[in-house]
């Protein structure tokens, strides 16, 4: 099956500088890649993702690149804030037992110091 | 529009005993996934359902695990016979199904604390 690898798995950035969150993949069949913030306690929530026939993508501070050749793709945060600091975790959607499942990393704390 | 919607938020049972953990998905979503989260780890996929069928169970422990979506309701996932090591956090997610968008949205998840 699908095996997803995060790293690092701690992060600590000082405010406004970039925070860069990398993750490989074994399967490549696997079609969609997302990124989700989880704060202590709270749900995860989706920030950014990319599908397999794009290369990059922005939203705002956030970016995501992919290489499927390589089977990695990175999350990229520029100008860090403290708000920023939280549990980030990439995954992999696969397309085997029906598709839709999601292989998660095991997630990258991230810390922004004032 | 609602989100994904888990009850109960927290759940303490003791050894042996059975927990019952619902979800209902977002409004026009028909598809759903449940998660296991341990502490300090990631999310683990359990199992993926749709109305009235297990689509992929394959994360699914194979004794005392079991999940539905019935026609109507919520999702169900059960755990019969508890033990210390299903203490966790239980997450169901939704989408709203294939060939469309592949986002999964997740409830605020059940945690459960077996004494």
């Known amino acids: 099956g699908e095996n997803v690898e995060q790293h690092p798995s701690t992060l600590s950035v000082q405010e406004g500088d970039s925070a860069v969150i990398k993750c490989t993949y074994s399967d490549s069949a696997s079609n969609y890649f997302p990124w989700y913030k989880q704060e202590l306690g709270k749900r995860p929530q989706l920030i950014i993702d990319?599908?397999?026939?794009?290369g990059e993508k922005k939203d705002q501070r956030i970016a995501v690149t992919l290489n499927k050749t390589a089977k990695h793709f990175s999350l990229h945060i520029t100008e860090t804030q403290p708000e920023d600091s939280a549990v980030y975790f990439c995954a992999a959607r696969g397309l085997t037992g029906g598709g839709n499942k999601l292989t998660f990393g095991t997630g990258t704390q991230l810390k922004v110091e004032l | 529009n609602a989100g994904v919607m888990q009850n109960p938020r927290h759940l303490v049972r003791r050894r042996g005993q059975e927990a019952r953990l619902r979800c209902s998905p977002m409004?026009?979503?028909?598809?759903v996934y449940w998660y296991r989260q341990l502490p300090e780890e990631g999310l683990k996929f359990m199992v993926y359902?749709?109305?009235?069928?297990?689509?992929?169970e394959s994360g699914m422990p194979k004794e005392r695990f079991s999940a539905e979506f019935p026609k109507e309701g919520p999702s169900i996932l059960r755990i019969q016979q508890v033990v210390r090591g299903d203490s966790a956090a239980y997450f169901c997610?939704?989408?709203?199904?294939?060939?469309?968008?592949?986002?999964?949205?997740f409830g605020p998840g059940t945690r459960l604390t077996v004494l």
């Open positions: 997610a939704s989408s709203p199904g294939q060939g469309a968008s592949y986002e999964q949205f």
């Open positions: 359902l749709q109305k009235e069928n297990i689509i992929d």
């Open positions: 409004k026009g979503h028909s598809h």
């Open positions: 990319i599908r397999s026939n794009v």
